[in-house]
């Protein structure tokens, strides 16, 4: 028995028609948990038995699986490890054409293949010996690729075989990039809900009706003091009542839809808080309709001196630059093209960022930007 390939999973049934290889390709954009159940319909339609869809560091030469079907999880741990490296496959196909399959003998012929030392210490346990895929996507210093394997006695590929992969290769392209939209998506919606919250000034976000949407911790305080502002049910309103008519008109559109700013009265004769409104964009064009955010007026903190930053994490120029990018807001394409370099190379330098500064996210750099402000 293999050690490579986990054979107490049945192969289960054969995939159906390439619309249903499809659809599990598109579930799996939306839902990443679901590429093993793609990539194993996929290998099964193509008379595999194994199959696997991976990102290649080109800088590094490391990979990241994103899904396999019927390894083991220790042997595929091995692969991203160690042998990912030394894979004469992976080496082969950095350069060919983006969605073009090809099995692995048009790549390496097999006698050269048997004398690898990924075949001899590593491959050879999965019992499996050829293999059929591609490049999927290439973008940034990085490489996504498919493959699906079968033994040496299977035999070579059929050109229906080589096809019905070709066939797969757009969409599995496309739904990467979905993939990749939709976590940054999630990490920007959290990144700047956490950020917020750490920003002094209140902000609230609300719908044109004044229903609350969001609030962050300082804005919280003060619609539970009613400072200013309270809520009504589920609905923002100013505290005091003569105010209640001129918050509601603040967050109706106008004809340009230009921010505006109002005053509110606080209890007990307080400085009166100054209102904002600022309509959210859509597209680049304001919206008829829709949210608003609400900034009120605040003392803020000035931000974290980058030069103080430096001297106590021990930072390179390039280092706290990215940092102050990060703490502006940026991302890192912005960055990179304001500094004309490559989002890889930002990459490297905010995994260092990281590794000295002692946290694993960009939200826990700004935190720490605001916390730690220079003397």
Not at 8 to 33: C, F, M, N
Request: proline share 5%; aromatic share 8%; glycine share 8%.
């Amino acid at each position: 028995m293999s050690r490579g390939v986990d054979m107490e999973h049945s192969r289960g049934e054969q995939a159906g028609g390439v619309e249903h290889l499809i659809g599990g390709i598109y579930d799996a954009a939306v839902d990443p948990k679901l590429w093993p159940e793609a990539i194993s319909r996929i290998a099964e339609a193509a008379g595999c038995r194994t199959g696997v869809l991976y990102e290649h560091d080109t800088a590094t030469h490391r990979s990241r699986t994103l899904g396999f079907h019927r390894f083991n999880t220790e042997f595929m741990r091995d692969y991203v490890a160690h042998y990912a490296a030394l894979d004469p496959w992976t080496t082969r196909a950095l350069h060919w054409p983006i969605g073009v399959p090809a099995p692995t003998y048009v790549l390496l012929p097999d006698d050269e293949f048997r004398r690898t030392e990924f075949y001899q210490d590593y491959f050879r346990r999965s019992g499996m010996f050829y293999g059929l895929g591609g490049v999927v996507d290439r973008m940034d210093g990085r490489v996504v690729l498919f493959g699906a394997q079968c033994a040496y006695e299977d035999g070579r590929f059929s050109e229906e075989a080589v096809a019905l992969v070709g066939a797969m290769m757009p969409h599995l392209k496309r739904a990467y990039r979905m993939n990749q939209a939709l976590a940054q998506a999630e990490q920007d919606r959290e990144t700047l809900g956490e950020t917020l919250h750490l920003v002094p000034q209140p902000v609230l976000v609300a719908e044109r009706d004044g229903k609350l949407v969001f609030a962050n911790q300082s804005a919280a305080r003060l619609l539970a003091a009613g400072d200013g502002v309270r809520l009504e049910g589920d609905k923002i309103t100013a505290a005091h009542r003569e105010d209640r008519t001129a918050l509601a008109a603040l967050m109706k559109p106008l004809a340009n839809d230009a921010p505006r700013i109002i005053a509110l009265r606080r209890p007990r004769n307080a400085r009166a808080l100054l209102v904002q409104a600022v309509p959210l964009r859509s597209d680049g064009r304001w919206q008829a309709s829709g949210r608003v955010v609400l900034l009120i007026e605040a003392e803020s903190p000035p931000s974290a001196s980058i030069d103080h930053l430096m001297r106590v994490f021990g930072l390179t120029q390039a280092e706290a630059r990215l940092w102050s990018g990060i703490v502006a807001g940026a991302t890192l394409a912005e960055i990179a093209a304001r500094q004309e370099t490559s989002v890889n190379t930002l990459r490297v330098q905010l995994s260092r960022l990281f590794a000295k500064v002692g946290v694993h996210r960009q939200a826990d750099l700004v935190r720490l930007a605001l916390e730690r402000r220079g003397p």
